[in-house]
Nanobody
């Protein structure tokens, strides 16, 4: 059974930092492109950050320079370091793995940025 389990979400003040983790089981993420998506209330789910099997990264413009995606294939995990958090970063953050037509989602972790 494949599981992607996110952790590290929580409540943080504007300007603060959080580090999200995604632990995978049932698959070896080394062959998967890994992404972080987020969905804010009343909005569509959006791709926030992506990392290829080779380590190339891509980010949505709104988080460039603030968020960093990384992967540790030995630990079968992917991370999202979020700095300088803004109110608009409030959302449920989802881990996503994709390999061809095969994809898996985590259950999400809530990130709330509030003063």
């Amino acid at each position: 059974q494949v599981q992607l389990v996110e952790s590290g979400g929580g409540l943080v003040q504007p300007g603060g930092s959080l580090r999200l983790s995604c632990a995978a089981s049932g698959i070896l993420i080394s062959i998967y492109a890994m992404d972080w998506y987020r969905q804010a209330p009343g909005k569509q789910r959006e791709l926030v950050a992506a990392i290829t099997t080779g380590g190339s990264t891509n980010y949505v413009d709104s988080v460039k320079g603030r968020f960093t995606i990384s992967r540790d294939n030995a630990k079968n995990a992917v991370y999202l370091q979020m700095n300088s958090l803004k109110l608009d970063d409030t959302a449920v953050y989802y881990c996503h793995a994709i390999f061809g037509l095969e994809e898996f989602w985590g259950q999400g972790t809530q990130v709330t940025v509030s003063s």
